[in-house]
Structures are given as structure tokens and as C-alpha cells.
């Protein structure tokens, strides 16, 4: 098993671009998340699913969008890249009654 | 809204040192708390977790309390290795009614050193 993965690994950007960040997992796993980490700020939810076609919204959800189309994959899109939006990001899957989220490697994303 | 706090860092120590990094949580309900390591370059991976008050999580010489009177878990190891340097985060998992969501502390670097 490939666990969770996240393409690209390094990108970027310049203001106003637009891109798509892809997260998959081969666990068969309900939950999916997305999150920024920042230096000092730690770890903090943009946005999650608890299964296939649904979404919501985190404690940092402005300036992204989501999609759970397929089980497996969760994408993390930005309309319009903002300097703000420089970060690391990281996806994580969980079992529906588990506790345990397994994260990807994580993108690296810099808007210049 | 439901947070976490956890000591700032970084810690740098001798190896076989004793290392607490103390955590402090607000949370509405009755949540789990985790404890992640952070490898350089690589993704948090779960290192322990209590479910409910007085439970104790354990792991590679690690462990933590699910203290509810003081709000707090703690991590601890005895004796500290070189292979111990990462970042650690202290976290909660909190069931809403959208289903269950996570929050993470700020990480505590810990560096030790031969």
C-alpha cells in the first residue's frame, strides 16, 4: 500500500494563478483532511470529508476549495494564489471509527 | 472553540536526558488526545493517544496522561535518544455534529544531542 500521497511535492506560484493540489489514499479510508502548517502556528484544518461527495469547512477555509468526487481522492484547489497562501500542506486520511490520521509527505507551496 | 497549547521550543538536550513537553487543552466536550511526531521532511505520524480521563498513552518509550482536572497531557520519555530529534504536536480530536475534526498544537522542536 502507497498509504496517502500528495502531488506535487514543491510548487510555484505567482499571485493570481490558480492550482489544484491532489491527495490519495489506498486505504479505503472515510475521512479525508486538508491542512496548512506554518511556522508557529502548527497544524490547522482548511478543510475535511467525512465520505465520497461531501465537504466542509475547517478553521481556515478562505481562499480554497474542495472536492471528494471519488473516495480516494480529496483535492485542494485555489482560485486565485495569494502570498498568504505560502505554506506547507498536508493531507491526512482516517478510518471512519478509528483515531489514528495518516498524513502524506505534504506539498510545499510558495505564492511569490 | 476548542484549542491546544503546548510549551514552546525549542528543547535541545543530552541524550539520555529526561524530557517532559507539557500540553494544555480547551475543548467543549470529552475529546482524545494524540501526541505526532514530525520527522524532517516527512508527514506527522502518530506516536500515542488516550481516549478518556486518567488514561495513559505509550509508545516507544513515550508516555502521556489524560489529565481532565488539570486539562493537560503531557509527554515524557526517561531517556532521550539522538534518533528522538524531531518536532512533536500535541493534538485533540473533537466530534461535532459534521463529524470528527482535529486540533493541533504549535510543535515543540526537541534536538538531542550526543
Known amino acids: 500500500n502507497a498509504g496517502v500521497t500528495q502531488t506535487p511535492k514543491f510548487r510555484v506560484l505567482k499571485t493570481g494563478q490558480s492550482m489544484t493540489l491532489l491527495c490519495a489514499q489506498d486505504m479505503n479510508h472515510e475521512y479525508m483532511y486538508w491542512y496548512r502548517q506554518d511556522p508557529g502556528m502548527g497544524l490547522r484544518l482548511i478543510h475535511y470529508?467525512?465520505?465520497?461527495?461531501?465537504?466542509a469547512k475547517g478553521e481556515v477555509p478562505d481562499g480554497y476549495n474542495v472536492s471528494r468526487l471519488k473516495k480516494q481522492n480529496f483535492l485542494l484547489g485555489l482560485e486565485s494564489a495569494a502570498p498568504s497562501q505560502t505554506s506547507v500542506y498536508f493531507c491526512?486520511?482516517?478510518?471512519?471509527?478509528?483515531?489514528?490520521?495518516?498524513f502524506g509527505p505534504g506539498t510545499r507551496l510558495t505564492v511569490t | 472553540g476548542d484549542s491546544v497549547t503546548q510549551m514552546e521550543g525549542p528543547v535541545t538536550l543530552s541524550e539520555e536526558a529526561f524530557l517532559t513537553i507539557n500540553c494544555t487543552y480547551t475543548a467543549t466536550g470529552y475529546p482524545s488526545l494524540f501526541w505526532y511526531v514530525q520527522y524532517p521532511g516527512e508527514g506527522l505520524q502518530l506516536l500515542l493517544k488516550?481516549?478518556?480521563?486518567?488514561d495513559k498513552g505509550s509508545n516507544k518509550g513515550f508516555e502521556a496522561t489524560y489529565r481532565k482536572e488539570t486539562t493537560s497531557f503531557h509527554l515524557e520519555k526517561g531517556s532521550v535518544q539522538v534518533s528522538d530529534s524531531a518536532v512533536y504536536f500535541c493534538a485533540l480530536r473533537e466530534t461535532t455534529n459534521t463529524g470528527n475534526q482535529f486540533y493541533f498544537g504549535t510543535g515543540t522542536s526537541l534536538t538531542v544531542i550526543p
Open positions: 470529508s467525512v465520505g465520497e461527495g461531501t465537504t
Open positions: 491526512a486520511s482516517k478510518p471512519g471509527q478509528g483515531y489514528e490520521q495518516y
Open positions: 488516550a481516549t478518556k480521563a486518567d
